[in-house]
């Protein structure tokens, strides 16, 4: 258990449809993470939250948006779905950054959301 | 930017072999993480290892940074052992983990 929870764990919802995916990071840790699987995209970096702001962007779509709450835990709001969004979303999170840099990344069972 | 190659795509093995899963990488790193993702889609932490040699149990992990790439060792493999086994990478201070495409490992027992 990496102490990183995730919820829910499976989703199926149709085409135009909006969901919310919810994370909770380990205790103490300040920085949360969400990424993507696919199966033709493999694992993708989405966003990065540090103690309440955005740190860092990666391959996100504007119909995606996340925030990190005081209480450190996490939301992804995913809108206007498509079929090609189905996938298994991850969330990590990781130790106060010394510097630049992070440290390990301890990930969450996942949310695997279908489109139909 | 950065990319990040690992080999074999795919291992059959059966139970009680050894292995070596590489991970190469095309620029400097500050950090390098392997992950086991098993059959119900959990993603493990193996080993932090930006560098040097790290051991746990049946499993250990070797990062030489200067000639950019890492290595996996598995021995005495069980069938649990089944699954992916991922590299990812950070570079350039900006947080976010680049993955390699995987190597999928079959133990047969």
């Known amino acids: 258990d990496s102490g990183v929870t995730q919820t829910p764990k499976h989703l199926i919802t149709a085409t135009g449809q909006r969901v919310t995916l919810r994370c909770s990071p380990r205790?103490?840790?300040?920085?949360v993470y969400w990424y993507q699987q696919s199966l033709d995209q493999g694992l993708q970096f989405l966003i990065q939250?540090?103690?309440?702001?955005?740190?860092a962007k990666g391959n996100i779509l504007e119909r995606f948006s996340a925030q990190q709450f005081p209480d450190l835990h996490s939301e992804l709001n995913l809108s206007s779905l498509e079929l090609g969004d189905s996938a298994l979303y991850f969330c990590?999170?990781?130790?106060?950054?010394?510097?630049?840099?992070?440290?390990?990344?301890?990930f969450g069972p996942g949310t695997r959301l279908t489109v139909t | 930017g950065i990319q990040v190659e690992q080999s074999p795509p795919d291992l059959i093995l059966q139970e009680g072999a050894n292995s070596t899963l590489r991970c190469n990488f095309s620029d400097s790193v500050n950090n390098l993480q392997w992950f086991h993702q098993n059959p119900w889609g959990q993603l493990i932490n193996l080993f932090y290892i930006p560098s040097g040699t790290k051991q746990n149990g049946r499993l250990s992990a070797t990062t030489v940074a200067t000639e950019r790439y890492s290595l996996l060792y598995i021995s005495s493999s069980q069938t649990t052992d089944s699954g992916v086994y991922f590299c990812a990478v950070e570079r350039d201070s900006n947080y976010q983990l680049i993955w390699g495409a995987g190597t999928k490992l079959i133990i047969k027992p």
């Open positions: 939250y540090y103690n309440g702001e955005e740190r």
């Open positions: 205790s103490g840790d300040l920085s």
């Open positions: 990590a999170s990781s130790g106060p950054l010394a510097g630049d840099y992070s440290y390990e990344q301890y």
